[in-house]
């Protein structure tokens, strides 16, 4: 009823901003706006992206439904799904999906978190420790990551006095983090079609790569999460919860050798970084930095990404223990499926990036910034409002699907495009997200982590708020640095030392 009533709402507002010039200063704008305000009141990207697509061509159409209906179609969502880039990341995530289905299904991510604790009697540190390295090895989706760590690791925490809450922020803090700044995950994809189609003036891969350094909340929240578990720094909130009692009814997944799961990690990584250089149509140099500086900006990349997609998953199956073939059918068809979601959000993010171009966002945005902020002031003004608009939205891919466009719109001066400004702005609008995500109470991941860890997702908001601080805290700083000049590896490296004095300097809990 109340999605409904939204809807109607929506429909309604843009229509009559259609049809009344006086509404003309908010036109270009209005599409993000009922998106923003969708995902606000419904916690539904999908929801309120395809409702911003909607309102845009309800605009773009003068008022008239059903000429709405046939630019929606004809001219933003089915134009979206042709192009090599657009369906190879359709294909990639459903590979990459099926992938993470049959790694799970095999047990052998739990073997290897037995192995790695040894004796239940192991410290707090020993078992948190290799929660955190599971999870970068995990790095493939962050919300199988969060699922997956979660649950294998309950009883482990449980045995060990480590509450359940704890166990959630090193679930959470890892597994959005490392997917977003992993070359080889089902973000990716999302992610390079974001900076592709809203730049095309820059090498979509090659920007990405750049943009790692100047994506410091993720990667200095990789660094806290082992920092903070070494010197067992809890902030009071997450003092305050206690380690819950080992429940017998518990039974533990099915385990099988490590090496199960080691293989196809290793092959699907080198299959993709082997195979950018046969699709790049040069001379393969696989120990020539310069050839995989070609190979990552060509456009064999797209190609490149499936094909190494399915060399992992061949080995995946081939890896899986024989006695248990028949399980591997349903693991692919249940992992492939749960990125179902995704990809409806994926080709409505396209398609409103679509919009955003028809409406004149882009333009509207470059006139009304003007000279009022500086570029080398702009990485650190999308990261503030990307934050923002994460948290309040609770989606970290609605989130990028609707800053990015506006935020790299702001690069563009005249007919140039200042690329140099590029890489801040991409990785502001990925950490910004991680953010607001990592502090939003209805954000997916962050239910899924609570829920898979055994914990309230209210609880495990307010047990991590402190530590998600500190690390956005830093980022800033590291923005700040980047503003006067100093380059995004060595301002990163300075907030990282910044976050470093701050955690040893605090009261810390002694180490059971």
């Not at 492939?336 to 509207?364: M, N, T």
């Amino acid at each position: 009823m109340r999605n409904g009533l939204v809807g109607i709402g929506v429909l309604a507002a843009s229509w009559l901003i259609a049809l009344f010039p006086v509404f003309a200063e908010i036109v270009p704008f209005w599409p993000a706006i009922v998106a923003f305000a969708v995902i606000l009141l419904t916690r539904n990207a999908a929801a309120g992206l395809g409702a911003g697509v909607v309102a845009g061509c309800l605009i773009l159409a003068k008022g008239a439904p059903i000429e709405a209906a046939r630019l929606a179609l004809e001219d933003h969502v089915f134009p979206e799904l042709t192009g090599t880039w657009h369906i190879s990341a359709l294909v990639f995530t459903l590979l990459l999906g099926s992938f993470a289905g049959i790694l799970e299904t095999s047990g052998g991510f739990t073997s290897l978190l037995k192995k790695m604790l040894g004796s239940s009697a192991k410290p707090q540190r020993r078992v948190l420790g290799s929660v955190y390295g599971l999870g970068l090895l995990c790095f493939f989706d962050g919300l199988a990551n969060s699922m997956l760590m979660g649950r294998i690791s309950r009883q482990a925490v449980d045995r060990t006095g480590i509450s359940r809450e704890k166990l959630a922020w090193v679930v959470d803090s890892t597994s959005s983090p490392v997917a977003c700044v992993a070359f080889i995950s089902t973000w990716i994809a999302f992610q390079l079609t974001l900076i592709g189609d809203n730049l095309p003036g820059g090498e979509a891969y090659q920007l990405y790569f750049q943009s790692i350094p100047a994506n410091p909340y993720c990667l200095l929240t990789l660094f806290l999460v082992p920092l903070a578990i070494f010197r067992h720094w809890e902030p009071g909130p997450m003092r305050r919860y206690r380690a819950s009692e080992v429940s017998a009814t518990e039974v533990s997944a099915a385990t099988t050798e490590p090496w199960r799961v080691l293989v196809p990690l290793a092959v699907l990584a080198l299959s993709i970084m082997v195979s950018l250089q046969i699709w790049s149509g040069n001379e393969i140099r696989l120990f020539s930095l310069d050839a995989w500086r070609e190979a990552a900006s060509s456009n064999g990349t797209p190609m490149a990404l499936v094909g190494g997609a399915l060399a992992g998953l061949t080995a995946a199956w081939a890896c899986f223990p024989p006695a248990r073939r028949r399980e591997v059918g349903p693991a692919m068809l249940q992992g492939a499926a749960g990125l179902l979601p995704a990809l409806v959000i994926l080709i409505l993010a396209w398609s409103l990036g679509s919009v955003f171009e028809a409406s004149g966002a882009a333009a509207r945005i470059q006139t009304l910034l003007g000279n009022q902020i500086a570029l080398p002031w702009l990485p650190l003004t999308v990261f503030g409002v990307t934050s923002l608009t994460a948290f309040a939205t609770g989606s970290s891919w609605g989130t990028m699907a609707l800053i990015m466009p506006l935020a790299l719109s702001a690069l563009t001066l005249g007919e140039s495009t200042e690329l140099a400004f590029a890489p801040g702005v991409i990785g502001a609008v990925f950490g910004g997200a991680v953010f607001g995500d990592h502090c939003s109470p209805f954000s997916d991941t962050t239910v899924v982590s609570a829920m898979a860890a055994g914990c309230r997702p209210i609880d495990h908001v307010i047990s991590q708020l402190p530590y998600a601080l500190a690390a956005a805290l830093a980022a800033a700083a590291a923005y700040l640095l980047m503003a006067t000049g100093l380059s995004a590896i060595l301002a990163t490296l300075s907030a990282g030392s910044l976050l470093t004095i701050f955690v040893l300097t605090q009261t810390c809990d002694r180490v059971h």
